[in-house]
């Protein structure tokens, strides 16, 4: 007996040692951005950079190695884009608050949650929740990857009077990019497995002639901790003035995580035929635990990522994707010159080709009952043109709620529908 296939159940998932490998590989290959971009984001906040770079790793991996053996999904974690942006911006720089007391806020999220999991409460609210609306967050987390990818690609770009337009197509890491995508669909179409790996990994070797992919080195010694660890200020956190950044992040926390599971389930095919979460107890206390260790470490809250679709898209079925790309940010921590040498243009392809697969989610929606598809519209229109999965998630239970019952099906409403769209508005009306 092979004690790696019996712990990830990996023969009953249809999947292969090889193939797990290559899709923690590739899941990682997606966001290891995040080693980079979240030290400056929290380093506008006045912490230590390379303390967060750290954090961040260590986090990253030590979650995503726990999701995978404690709920033996394909999800690797990491300290989560928006909330970082959030935890900075809004309520350290905008609301003065020190990043010290926004960590133990950060902290005192996580244990909320963790609490709500273990309760079942969070297992009741998620599976409670109508097919639908389920199909519908799973198509607009895609499309919200598709505006983070195509950002990346530089397809589109602002503009003050359409809020986003064309972007140059005669720009050499735009073509690249296009390329990429190409590459990537043309070898899935084929049925290779890997297509999405071997597309990055060719797109960011095209980019060497012309100085666009710089080899920054292979191994270099992790930055100190110390700066940021255990510097969480609980007292401070436990203030009335936090309390409302405490829910906040809480409530984001769980629905941007909520969604991310949703929408990679669906996609893996692990959702059961009802619409419910198999292992939903221990995939959240998973993913609730972590914010706890990433606040211990230093760091936002870490959630799991929906970049982990691209893992799945690569043949990712159980935990030993996750862990795989665990053990590959702990590895960061010692070639981080060697990840940040794969540039984003090489990554964004791979987002939008997730995202049009996961678009597909919308297909099996019952286009015969507008109480159930319009809601889900919502839902997937609202994520990408408010740019948050959470506003997205909670206009379209908002809509649900209010458009069943204004056609005479209240009772097709269920209490966890209800509390969510009331929370929702309380989150819209009064934070």
């Not at 590459?183 to 597309?199: C, F, K, W």
């Not at 059961?272 to 993913?287: E, Y």
């Amino acid at each position: 007996m092979n004690p790696i296939l019996d712990r990830f159940q990996l023969p009953a998932l249809g999947t292969t040692v090889r193939t797990e490998v290559l899709a923690g590989l590739t899941t990682w290959l997606a966001m290891v951005y995040i080693v980079a971009v979240n030290p400056a984001i929290l380093g506008a906040a006045g912490m230590d950079k390379g303390a967060v770079f750290t954090a961040t790793c260590l986090a990253a991996g030590i979650a995503s190695i726990l999701m995978g053996l404690l709920a033996n999904y394909p999800l690797a974690l990491a300290p989560g884009m928006g909330l970082n942006a959030y935890f900075a911006f809004a309520v350290v720089l905008g609301m003065k608050v020190p990043w010290q007391v926004a960590l133990g806020a950060v902290f005192l999220s996580g244990v909320l949650f963790l609490i709500i999991s273990l309760l079942k409460w969070r297992e009741w609210l998620v599976n409670a929740i109508p097919l639908s609306l389920k199909l519908g967050i799973a198509a607009g987390i895609g499309f919200f990857l598709a505006v983070i990818g195509l950002k990346g690609m530089g397809l589109i770009v602002a503009h003050p009077a359409t809020l986003v337009t064309l972007g140059s197509l005669t720009d050499t890491k735009t073509v690249l990019a296009c390329i990429g995508f190409v590459l990537i669909a043309g070898l899935s179409a084929r049925g290779l497995t890997g297509a999405v790996l071997i597309g990055i990994l060719a797109t960011a070797a095209l980019g060497i002639p012309f100085g666009l992919t710089t080899f920054h080195g292979i191994v270099s010694a992790p930055p100190s901790i110390a700066p940021t660890f255990l510097a969480m200020d609980l007292a401070g956190a436990f203030s009335l003035g936090v309390v409302g950044i405490v829910f906040t992040f809480f409530l984001v926390d769980l629905l941007d995580n909520t969604g991310t599971l949703i929408a990679t389930t669906q996609r893996a095919g692990l959702m059961n035929r009802d619409g419910s979460v198999p292992r939903l107890g221990q995939a959240l206390t998973a993913d609730s635990g972590s914010a706890m260790i990433g606040a211990t470490l230093g760091t936002s809250t870490v959630v799991s990522y929906i970049e982990s679709a691209a893992g799945i898209q690569a043949g990712g079925r159980s935990g030993l994707t996750a862990v795989v790309a665990g053990i590959l940010f702990l590895l960061t921590l010692f070639f981080a010159p060697l990840a940040q040498s794969i540039p984003g243009f090489a990554t964004a392809p791979a987002l939008v080709f997730v995202a049009c697969l996961m678009a597909a989610a919308l297909k099996h929606l019952n286009w015969d009952d507008m109480t159930d598809y319009l809601p889900a519209i919502v839902t997937a229109f609202a994520m990408p043109f408010t740019f948050s999965i959470a506003t997205g998630i909670g206009l379209g239970f908002i809509t649900y709620a209010l458009v069943k019952t204004v056609a005479g099906k209240p009772g097709e409403v269920s209490g966890a529908v209800w509390l969510i769209a009331l929370a929702s508005v309380a989150k819209f009306t009064l934070l």
